[in-house]
């Protein structure tokens, strides 16, 4: 019979064992038996959560080491959806560059055009000559991308748990908002609508109407969304108390977004730093009393209810601003005529087929030449932000003075976000570790890139 010697309570130390087990060693060398030991007291085990996988929330690797059904260690892994976004758009025109960027969250993709745009105007100098009317299109289908965004973290996040009917009734209204940024930009995402100096095209005729028509829809859609959730003892049994962060530790991994006005920090760049006319708009910013997973899920619903609040006040001022231009006049900047949402889609206004093709020979010169080569931005770099759905998106952009960006890099609110994880889960539950993950709301299109 082996008896306790300082290096076996070393060794039971370095275990976390109370008791060191009685080993009978029949012959052998003692590293053997020290081997012996660890494998009969270390019952963890390394569980692989994702890359694909329905609960993960995307292309991304969940590594648990589990003993039993607590957690004791969560690493994740990314980079599974690398797509080489910020690189590839070092090779396109500072217009181009838009295309790439909203491909990045993909479930918001008008916010990561806007933080682009806004970092463009800013090395351009035209910050303040974009025209208004521009702005309040910005502002309308980017609080309508906010609304949909938000169902697809509360309806995706209740099918990762089962409830099937919160994902159904979450996306049959999420299709209304896709009608409605179909109507204006053409396509239900990716949208390339966003563009330095305003807006690819104005708003279709009848749009405000036709928007005002079908927000009742999706807020009764909410509400029942609400009405499932709110005081549901499953519901709150599941996500009460799970995946609890402090307001202190969220600030030190710089987390934003729902996330952290849960825990009852108002912060909020549309306040704060406002942009675009945002100070002119009248609206709340919802917090909560601490951030765990239902505080997070009731704080989406509750500015759900906000932007449709701002979108109301968007549609007023779009009425009163109508025929307005939706571009900064630059030529340098502009093209000779506007484009407009055509039957399949986005096409071509038949005033610019006439501009270009028929009326004036500068007028296509210069459209091929801002369409092939795009303009010129001058030298500099700058670090601009919006308020996503996630959080905050920022990005800095760096200019050569050329026609293409020399680096442009993206701060993606779900990539900050995912910080959280091991404190939110290590200790935890096996079962809790989904809820917690869908309660950041990451989509990996924007932690990759």
Known sequence: MLSETPQLRATAAALDVDELPEVLAMGGDWEDVISEIEKLNNERIVLNLGPVHPSTHGV????????????????????????????????????????????????????????????????????????????????????????????VAIGSGGNELGATTMM????????????????????????????????????????????????????????????????????????????????????????TGPCLRAAGLPLDLRKTQPYWGYDQLEFDVPVRNQSDAYNRVMVRFDECYQSMRIINQCLAHLDATEGEPVMVQDPAIKWPAQLSVSADGQ??????????????????????????????????????TVEHAKGIIGCHAVSEGGTRP???????????????????????????????????????GGVDR
Not at 117 to 146: G, H, S
């Open 168 to 255: 159904t009734i979450a996306f049959r209204e999420r299709e209304e908002i896709l009608r409605i940024l179909e109507r204006i930009t053409g396509l239900r995402m990716n949208h390339a609508y966003l563009r330095p100096g305003g807006v690819a095209q104005d708003i279709p005729e009848g749009t405000t109407e036709y928007i005002r028509t079908l927000l009742p829809k999706v807020r009764a859609g909410i509400g029942e969304l609400q009405d499932l959730t709110q005081e549901n003892p499953i519901f709150k049994l599941r996500h009460v108390n799970v995946g609890y962060m402090s307001l202190a530790s969220m600030m030190a991994l710089g987390m």
């Open 60 to 151: 991304l690797r969940v590594i648990l080491e589990i003993d039993g059904e607590t957690v004791r260690e969560s690493r994740l892994n990314t980079g599974y959806l690398h797509t080489g976004i910020e690189k590839n758009m070092e090779y396109r025109s500072w217009t181009q560059g838009v295309t790439f960027c909203t491909r990045m969250d993909y479930v918001a993709p008008l916010f990561n055009e806007a933080v682009y745009v806004k970092a463009v105007e800013k090395l351009l100098n035209i910050t303040d000559q974009v025209p208004q009317r521009a702005n309040w299109i910005r502002i309308l289908v980017m609080e309508l991308n906010r609304i949909a965004s938000h169902l």
């Open 406 to 444: 020399y680096r442009v890099h993206f701060r993606d609110p779900s990539f900050s976000n995912l910080q959280s994880f091991a404190m939110m889960t290590e200790g935890g539950q096996l079962a809790d570790v989904v809820v917690s993950l869908a309660s950041i709301d990451p989509v990996l």
């Open 347 to 384: 096409g071509n206004s038949l005033e610019h087929i006439r501009e270009i093709m028929g009326n004036s020979m500068e007028s296509l010169i210069h459209h091929f030449k801002l369409v092939t080569e795009g303009f010129k931005v001058p030298a500099g770099q700058v670090y601009e």
